[in-house]
């Protein structure tokens, strides 16, 4: 056999296995994707399939790394290409959780569509455990660009909330939104709350004002006295962070 044939069956031998090997990535990697664009806040367990299609239990981490909440499983598909070099559609139980994709501006994600229970969340805001919140939570987002230039708006409804703490149950629903672009928070509430929230802040700072259905005003009056400040107008200060 000639040198030259030899080289060329040398070639195709690794290319044969450099193939393998890419087929049979192991699932895992896709979580060093959510790790690396959320800071370590967003992980992945029990992982199941490949890297290009595959399913794992989504996984909240508390700041400190010390406490990890699930939040649901996932399936996956993951394609790689040229402009955009990673896309990544994401399903839980056959509905769409986001579709994502990477390219040169960095994360972008688009249709998220995700239902979770409050208390799954609370993760995220760790002075508020101490209230036992209950209720639902929807998030959708689109057109969210993760980078060191931020951009896009999250949506967050949530439904019922509820809280051990409080005599009166639910105590309302109340609408979210977070602009990424320069880190504000705008919260409103829906209407017929026993206890309306409304205010604005940012990522670092937000305080919200509260104010008790007069109807409901005796009873709640010791747990609004415990999580809020009381103001002359018959309103509470909210320190959420």
Same mark, same amino acid.
């Given at each position: 056999?000639?040198?030259?044939?030899?080289?060329l069956m040398?070639?195709?031998?690794?290319?044969?296995?450099i193939?393998?090997?890419?087929?049979?990535?192991?699932?895992?990697?896709?979580?060093?994707?959510?790790?690396?664009?959320?800071?370590?806040? !967003?992980?992945?367990?029990?992982?199941?399939?490949?890297f290009?299609?595959?399913?794992?239990? %989504?996984?909240?981490?508390?700041?400190?790394?010390?406490?990890?909440?699930?939040?649901?499983?996932?399936?996956?598909? %993951?394609?790689?290409?040229? +402009?955009?070099?990673?896309?990544?559609?994401?399903? +839980?139980?056959?509905k769409n959780?986001?579709?994502?994709?990477?390219?040169?501006?960095?994360?972008?994600?688009? @249709?998220?569509?995700?239902?979770?229970?409050?208390?799954?969340?609370?993760?995220? %805001?760790?002075?508020l455990?101490?209230?036992? !919140?209950?209720?639902?939570?929807?998030? &959708?987002?689109?057109?969210?660009?993760?980078?060191?230039?931020?951009?896009g &708006?999250?949506?967050?409804?949530?439904?019922?909330?509820?809280s051990?703490?409080?005599?009166?149950n639910?105590?309302?629903?109340?609408?979210?939104?977070?602009?990424?672009s &320069?880190? +504000?928070? @705008?919260?409103? +509430?829906?209407?017929? @709350?026993a !206890?309306?929230?409304?205010?604005?802040?940012?990522?670092?700072?937000?305080?919200?004002?509260?104010?008790?259905?007069?109807?409901?005003?005796?009873?709640?009056?010791?747990?609004?006295?415990?999580?809020?400040?009381?103001?002359?107008?018959?309103?509470?200060?909210?320190?959420?962070?």
């Amino acid at each position: 056999m000639s040198l030259f044939k030899k080289i060329l069956m040398w070639f195709a031998a690794w290319f044969v296995v450099i193939g393998v090997m890419v087929a049979e990535m192991p699932a895992w990697l896709v979580g060093t994707i959510f790790s690396h664009y959320t800071d370590g806040r !967003l992980i992945t367990r029990n992982e199941a399939g490949s890297f290009w299609h595959g399913s794992a239990l %989504l996984v909240a981490v508390s700041e400190n790394k010390k406490i990890q909440e699930p939040l649901m499983r996932v399936n996956w598909d %993951l394609k790689l290409g040229l +402009s955009k070099f990673v896309t990544l559609d994401l399903k +839980s139980y056959n509905k769409n959780v986001a579709n994502i994709f990477i390219d040169k501006n960095g994360a972008n994600v688009n @249709n998220v569509d995700m239902s979770l229970a409050i208390n799954q969340l609370t993760i995220f %805001l760790e002075n508020l455990n101490s209230l036992n !919140l209950t209720g639902n939570i929807k998030v &959708n987002a689109n057109n969210i660009l993760i980078a060191k230039k931020m951009s896009g &708006n999250i949506q967050v409804n949530l439904g019922n909330i509820g809280s051990g703490m409080s005599p009166v149950n639910p105590l309302g629903s109340y609408n979210l939104t977070m602009d990424l672009s &320069n880190m +504000s928070i @705008n919260v409103n +509430s829906s209407g017929g @709350n026993a !206890l309306s929230i409304d205010g604005s802040g940012n990522t670092t700072h937000l305080e919200l004002t509260a104010k008790v259905d007069p109807d409901k005003r005796d009873d709640m009056l010791q747990f609004m006295t415990m999580v809020g400040v009381p103001q002359g107008d018959g309103a509470y200060v909210l320190k959420v962070y």
